[in-house]
Each structure stands twice: as C-alpha cells, then as structure tokens.
C-alpha cells in the first residue's frame, strides 16, 4: 500500500476551519493513520470550549477519507478516541471514489454579494434541503431579513467584547506583509475586501479605533453585512443531535458544503448566532427546529458571480505533517 501523505494532508486541508486556523495535523503511527488537533491553533477567547476546534477536526477529517479515494484507499476503520480531538484510521486498499470529492478545490467560504440564483437552481436547493434532516431553509426574503437584523445585532455585541475582536484580528492578514499572509487566518480577499477596505478594517476593528467609532454610532455602518446577506438565495440553518460528538459534526457540516457546492451553491457561515445562546434559542423557536437539536450555524448560500477568482489559503504540506 503506497500512501502519499502530503498529497492527503494538503488535499484533506482544504476543509473549512474556524478563522482558517487548519488545526489539524496528520501523523502515520501505531499501524494506522492518525489525525490529531494542533491545540495551540485553538481560539482561547472565541472558542473557549474547544468545540468549534473539534469540528474543524471533523471536517479534515471528512477530508481525508474523500481524499484517501483518490489514492486508491479508504479507511477501514474511524476510531474517535477518549481525548476528543484526536482521530485514528485503518486503511485499506480500494473503496469506492466519493464524487464529492470534485467539489474540494471548488468550495470556498463566499464573503461577498452573491449572484442571482435562476429558479432551476432555487428548486434544485429547496428539493435537497427537504431530505437533509439537519437542514432547515429560510428562503422567503422577509424572513432572510429577519435573520440577517439578528444577525447584526449578535455580531455588534460580539464585537464590542474586546478579547474577542482582539482575537479575531490576530487571525486576519489584512495586507500581504501581514505574517501568515496566504497561509492561513482571514486575508483582505477572503473577507471580501478591497486593499482600501481592509485598510478601514484595521482601524475599526482595532484599540482604540473601535470605541471611538462606537461612541459616535460608525461602526454599524462600517461592519455591517446587510446589503450582501440580502444577495443571499436562501439561509440555511444546520442543526445536528445535541450531544453529538463535535468531530463528527464536523463531517457532517464539511459534506452538506460539498454538497451544495455541487448544486452550485457557497456558504458563508454566521456562526455567532448559534454561538449566543439567546439568538440561538430565539431561531431554533422560530424556525421550529426539533427540540433535540442544537443550531450549529446559519449559512447564507448562494450562487458566486462567474466572474469570481477563487481562492486557496493554506499551510504548506510539510507544516501539516508531525511525527
Ligand atoms: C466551525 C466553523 C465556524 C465558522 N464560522 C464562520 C463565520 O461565522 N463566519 C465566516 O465568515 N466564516 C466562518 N467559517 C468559515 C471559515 O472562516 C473558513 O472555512 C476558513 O476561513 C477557510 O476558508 P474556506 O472555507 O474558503 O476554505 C467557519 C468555519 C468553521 C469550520
């Protein structure tokens, strides 16, 4: 059996990670393959319970035996041990090549306006979402409005707690001379900024800037995300069982993206409102979510613009492998 590790590493890296933090690594060891969280990746402030870590585990993971597909293998067995960010694989030769693995080099979070969706495609979303048990589609613009109003306001609360914009600005590259720049963490094009606009970020988002801008009420009209959340086809709430392990959560979410990535569909994810509790409560009641649930995330998806670059920031190969 030949593995080429790097080649696994880099293609299963193309998961979607918490602020692109790729805290996964991988490992041969003990006979088998092992996935393991790189804890110093870890957001102390924003994701204090480690779950957003874990499910960014899970969606490498997801990644990797897509991509094992690729190398003529597949994973005999998924072991989750006890640590709870850890994840070991036996591998075997053959298996069956999961189509989603096309969508891998194709999805990407989208930031910006999306395009108008033909209703072909608006159908073609709705008969999948009606078959996903952890789906819930908001498709009719007033309630996306509603949606996106809570949005605001939970993003504005959070961003008013100064650890937790301090950390998340530590893990924006804002300018190419930025250290991690095209590595990792959130870079000007991937938030959908201009040069100019991310210059404008940079003093918003930072101390004292921040205040200053929020006692003379700026910051709304700096961050807000309304115009573009309105560009959305539809929100799309992810549910899963409470008390599912995270890591296999994240599976799940990492397969319903390469889903819809094959409808022709990107996500862009506003996890702060299953992260407050209060906004999470107030849509798992509106949208009657079953009461066995927990709000994973709300997604805008919609269709990119044709004319959109894609675009890959990422570790190299040789960063994501340990011994
Ligand atoms: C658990 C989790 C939560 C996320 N929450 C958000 C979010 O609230 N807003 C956002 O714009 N992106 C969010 N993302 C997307 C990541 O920022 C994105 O996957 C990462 O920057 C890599 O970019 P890519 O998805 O384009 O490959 C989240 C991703 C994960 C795995």
Redesign the pocket.
């Known amino acids: 059996m030949t593995l080429d590790l790097a080649l696994l590493a880099a293609t299963a890296n ?1 998961a ?5 933090t790729q805290p996964t690594r991988w490992a041969l060891g003990d006979g088998a393959l092992w996935l393991m969280a790189d804890l110093a990746r870890q957001l102390p402030v924003g994701d204090a319970s480690g779950r ?1 870590l874990r ?2 585990l899970g ?1 490498a993971l997801e990644g990797t035996i897509l991509a094992l597909g690729e190398q003529g293998l597949s994973a005999r067995t998924v072991d989750l041990p006890g640590d709870g960010v850890s994840a070991r694989l036996e591998l075997g030769e053959g298996g069956p090549r999961d189509l989603l693995i096309e969508q891998m080099p194709q ?3 989208w ?1 910006r306006g999306f395009a108008a969706c033909p209703a072909s495609q608006t159908q073609a979303l709705a008969e999948w979402a009606l078959v996903q048990s952890d789906i819930t589609l908001i498709g009719n613009p007033a309630e996306i409005e509603v949606v996106s109003t809570l949005n605001e306001r939970t993003s504005l609360a959070f961003y008013r707690q100064a650890p937790y914009r301090r950390e998340l600005v530590t893990w924006m590259r804002l300018a190419p001379t930025d250290a991690g720049y095209g590595a990792d963490g ?1 870079s000007a094009e ?1 938030m959908g900024m201009s040069r100019f606009e991310a210059f404008g970020a940079g003093l918003v988002l930072g101390d004292p800037g921040f205040s200053i801008l929020d006692t003379f009420g700026l910051v709304v009209p700096l961050i807000s995300e309304k115009r573009r959340t309105a560009s959305a086809a539809a929100v799309l709430l992810f549910h899963r069982p409470e008390g599912e392990n995270p890591i296999n959560t ?1 599976r799940t ?1 990492y397969r319903r993206q390469l889903e819809l990535s094959a409808l022709g569909f990107q996500v ?5 409102l299953a992260d407050d509790p209060e906004s999470a409560a107030e849509l798992s009641a509106r949208y009657r979510l079953p009461a066995s649930d927990r709000l994973i ?1 709300a997604w805008r998806v919609g269709p990119v613009p044709v004319s959109a670059k894609s675009r ?2 990422r570790l190299p190969a040789e960063a994501l492998i340990t011994t």
């Open positions: 193309l979607p990670s918490v602020h692109n957003d499910v960014s969606a999805r990407c979070t930031r959130l991937a994240g979410l862009w994810p506003m996890s702060v995330s890959r920031e």
